[in-house]
């Protein structure tokens, strides 16, 4: 779309601080009306339109000033233009919605979708649209921050990224729809911690919603919708048909201060969350629905990331509902960018086929400091899992989960280190990783096929695991030995039945000796504003 042709119905304009209210008033006299682009209009009017528009977040603070004077007489003379030439498009109704929500950051400007020539009927490509929303908007993002509001409607849209000091807003009955023409989706390389991608050696499909580099990022709303429509990408990987590792439906890279609330995400192609490389993250109020028997459609995975506090969702997924990561093998370990200082809690999670919170299997640049609470797995193979292998290197260590309950697992507990998956043959075998100081403690589980399985590394036993006040109601048919250990070091108490061997009971006056950290990390000391605006738009 040229320059031209971008249609601001409604325009550019102020949006509010924290607690701050100000209304887009059609009555404004510094207000242009909307206006759409027509072959009949002069060009040099639509000029005229566009440069009125895109000063007026500025027009909101009067002055009298000369600059102002002179942009206020220009606005004039194209209202007398546009009286002219806009016809039936000026006596459109418009529709006021006012917002209330929690974020790090509040914002100065704000503009709906529709002011870009979006149409919300499901059908409409409105890729374009979005991506002139950014690159208008991001005119004004260092002047206090833009948010773009999408209102009800089915928006179908392919891959879009987003700009620093920027929200994406949908309202609770806005569904974007990811497209199925595969020439909106663009390619980018591997991750360099990765090498390769996960369906196919070369590059990736860019994620619906993405962005690198950037700084104060929001993707919020009042629990609107994402459906990635994924059995189409399903279906080519089931068939072997992708020569491109399947798109994600939100991604940030490289990126700082991020957040991802109160939202539902439905049938992603492949995982749904996926920050890397980043810090200061939050994930907040999100719903994940996929089908259990969906492939790799993990819930929230914080790869290669620093402070991050994921509370307060519910996940069913066909793959692990959070996944920790860092890279694999070699890749990983050159890489050398760990997950640390992680936050997980009140996460509710259905997983048939996999675990509630998942550590590995790409561990290669370090797991340390994670800390969850308050879970409940239903339905799940797993409840904790460590997955690593010999080539992955690295550690994972100083995992602390506490207040944990299960009904209905294959598992409670499970470490693997022989998890066989490797990007390619070249890792070296001599990069042993390192697991010590997990602490699981005060859970309780009904109805589980096997308490645990612990199989650590011959040579590179794992160390420093303590589980205590733990009670686990078997099923009637459950496993002959409910716990398997091999290759593992450490202690319990107060747990039941009782564990293996290498595990000893160490009896109750121990019931409290596996920590849970006292202190709290940055991500906690993270408040949230609340921003007030009112969206006037077509």
């Given at each position: 779309m040229?320059?031209?042709?971008?249609?601001?119905?409604?325009?550019?304009?102020?949006?509010?601080?924290?607690?701050?209210?100000?209304?887009?008033?059609?009555?404004?006299?510094?207000?242009?009306?909307?206006?759409?682009?027509?072959?009949?209009?002069?060009?040099?009017?639509?000029?005229?339109?566009?440069?009125?528009?895109?000063?007026?977040?500025?027009?909101?603070?009067?002055?009298?000033?000369?600059?102002?004077?002179?942009?206020?007489?220009?606005?004039?003379?194209?209202?007398?233009?546009f009286s002219a030439y806009g016809g039936a498009e000026g006596r459109k109704v418009r529709r006021l919605d006012a917002l209330e929500y929690p974020a790090m950051s509040c914002r100065a400007h704000s503009a709906s979708l529709t002011d870009f020539g979006a149409v919300g009927d499901g059908q409409t490509s409105n890729t374009k649209a979005?991506?002139?929303?950014?690159?208008?908007?991001?005119?004004?993002?260092?002047?206090?921050?833009?948010?773009?509001?999408?209102?009800?409607?089915?928006?179908?849209?392919?891959?879009?990224?987003?700009?620093?000091?920027?929200?994406?807003?949908?309202?609770?009955?806005?569904?974007?729809?990811?497209?199925?023409?595969?020439t909106e989706w663009p390619v980018l390389t591997p991750l360099p911690s990765y090498g390769r991608g996960r369906d196919?050696?070369?590059?990736?499909?860019?994620?619906?919603?993405?962005?690198?580099?950037?700084?104060?990022?929001?993707?919020?709303?009042?629990?609107g919708t994402i459906d990635g429509q994924g059995a189409f990408?399903?279906?080519?990987?089931?068939?072997?048909?992708?020569?491109?590792?399947?798109?994600?439906?939100?991604?940030?890279?490289?990126?700082?201060?991020?957040?991802?609330?109160?939202?539902?995400?439905?049938n992603s192609p492949s995982w749904n969350v996926h920050p890397v490389y980043s810090s200061n993250i939050l994930v907040q109020g999100i719903t994940i629905l996929a089908p259990v028997k969906s492939p790799n459609t993990d819930g929230i995975n914080p790869?290669?990331?620093?402070?991050?506090?994921?509370?307060?969702?519910?996940i069913v997924s066909g793959d692990d509902c959070v996944a920790v990561k860092s890279g694999w093998d070699e890749y990983g370990i050159a890489f050398g960018m760990p997950t640390q200082q992680l936050v997980i809690r009140r996460l509710t999670c259905i997983s048939p086929y996999s675990a509630t919170i998942a550590l590995g299997s790409e561990m290669s640049g370090g797991i340390q400091d994670v800390r969850a609470e308050d879970i409940v797995a239903i339905n799940t193979e797993s409840g904790i899992r460590i997955k690593t292998a010999i080539g992955r290197g690295a550690y994972v260590k100083d995992i602390y989960v506490k207040r944990m309950t299960m009904h209905t697992m294959k598992w409670a507990f499970k470490m693997d280190g022989d998890y066989k998956s490797h990007p390619d043959t070249h890792y070296d075998p001599k990069a042993?990783?390192?697991?010590?100081?997990?602490?699981?403690?005060?859970?309780?589980?009904?109805?589980?096929?096997?308490?645990?399985?612990?199989?650590?590394?011959?040579?590179?036993?794992?160390?420093?695991?303590c589980i205590a006040n733990v009670t686990l109601g078997m099923t009637p048919k459950h496993k002959k030995y409910p716990w398997t250990c091999t290759d593992v070091q450490g202690m319990t108490s107060g747990v039941t039945p009782s564990p293996c061997d290498s595990l000893p009971d160490q009896g109750p006056e121990k019931i409290s000796a596996c920590d849970f950290p006292a202190d709290s990390l940055p991500i906690d000391e993270v408040k949230l504003k609340q921003c007030s605006y009112r969206i006037n738009y077509f």
């Open positions: 040229g320059r031209e042709e971008w249609t601001p119905q409604g325009g550019n304009h102020r949006g509010s601080t924290a607690r701050e209210e100000v209304e887009h008033n059609p009555t404004n006299p510094l207000r242009l009306p909307a206006y759409k682009y027509s072959p009949s209009v002069p060009s040099t009017l639509h000029k005229t339109l566009q440069t009125a528009n895109c000063q007026l977040p500025r027009l909101l603070q009067p002055s009298n000033s000369p600059r102002m004077m002179k942009i206020t007489s220009l606005l004039a003379v194209a209202f007398v233009l979005f991506k002139a929303a950014v690159d208008q908007l991001s005119r004004f993002a260092p002047d206090g921050g833009v948010q773009l509001y999408v209102p009800a409607g089915k928006w179908l849209t392919g891959s879009f990224s987003l700009v620093s000091h920027f929200t994406l807003y949908l309202h609770r009955d806005a569904v974007l729809l990811a497209s199925q023409d595969m196919a050696a070369a590059g990736r499909y860019q994620s619906l919603i993405f962005g690198t580099n950037l700084t104060d990022v929001i993707v919020t709303g009042d629990n990408w399903w279906q080519k990987f089931h068939g072997g048909k992708l020569k491109y590792t399947r798109p994600y439906l939100i991604e940030f890279m490289f990126t700082d201060t991020i957040q991802i609330s109160n939202l539902t995400l439905l790869d290669s990331c620093t402070n991050v506090r994921i509370e307060d969702c519910y042993l990783p390192v697991i010590q100081n997990i602490n699981y403690r005060d859970m309780v589980a009904e109805n589980v096929s096997v308490a645990a399985r612990f199989d650590g590394i011959p040579g590179d036993t794992f160390t420093g695991i």
